[in-house]
């Protein structure tokens, strides 16, 4: 499919879609054997503990999975587990793989964005990631996509906000005061 037809290239790694896809999922069976086995030997105070600690951990790995790169028809964003990077596609000046191994978005203001979804792990390197996402980055940059604006807007650096991780950290929140509820009370 051509670059134009496209409204939204996103790009992550393999093996972050495949974690996202099956972490979550063993990380409730091991949650619910735990805190079943916890119930079995009487330790129902502690069950609470248990569910929150797994739940915080679990809202930290979907933050981390939910990292990747947006290449919209005038926008490219940068979503990392704690800032979104946006900025317009006039303002890019070049991606590239850094001496980390990480990807790398050059500005025209001489700012860098660093990408975690491509952080330059030793498997990365191996697999060629970051030099894909470069690849993919440099062609939508040399797509034409008709009318450039007459102002280049600067780029924005805002809070991620994933509803799902959020949700889930709020949810250990809530079964960690249950647990100091009850353990106060007994």
């Known amino acids: 499919m051509n ?6 290239i996103a790009l992550r790694t393999r093996s972050w879609k495949i974690l996202s896809v099956t972490l979550p999922p063993t990380l409730g069976i ?39 790169v947006l290449l919209e028809p005038t926008t490219l964003t940068v979503i990392n587990p704690v800032f979104t990077y946006s900025c317009p596609r006039e303002f890019v000046r070049w991606p590239v793989v850094g001496s980390d191994g990480g990807l790398e978005i050059h500005l025209r203001d001489g700012s860098v964005i660093n990408s975690f979804a491509f952080g330059g792990s ?18 939508w940059l040399n797509t ?22 959020e ?11 249950v647990g100091l509820v009850i353990r106060t009370a007994a």
Not at 122 to 139: N, P, Y
Not at 144 to 165: K, N, Q, S
Request: glycine share 10%.
């Open 3 to 8: 670059m134009k037809e496209r409204e939204l």
């Open 167 to 177: 949700l889930t950290f709020a949810l250990a929140a809530l079964f960690a005061v």
């Open 122 to 139: 030793l498997i990365s390197r191996a697999l060629g990631t970051g030099s894909k996402a470069v690849g993919e980055i440099s062609d």
């Open 30 to 68: 091991f949650g619910t054997v735990a805190a079943l086995k916890g119930l079995e030997s009487g330790g129902a105070r502690d069950f609470w503990y248990v569910v929150a600690t797994l739940l915080a951990l679990a809202a930290l790995i979907q933050r981390i999975l939910s990292s990747r």
């Open 144 to 165: 034409p996509r008709g009318e450039v604006g007459d102002e280049i807007h600067v780029p924005r650096r805002e809070l991620t906000r994933t509803l799902l991780p």
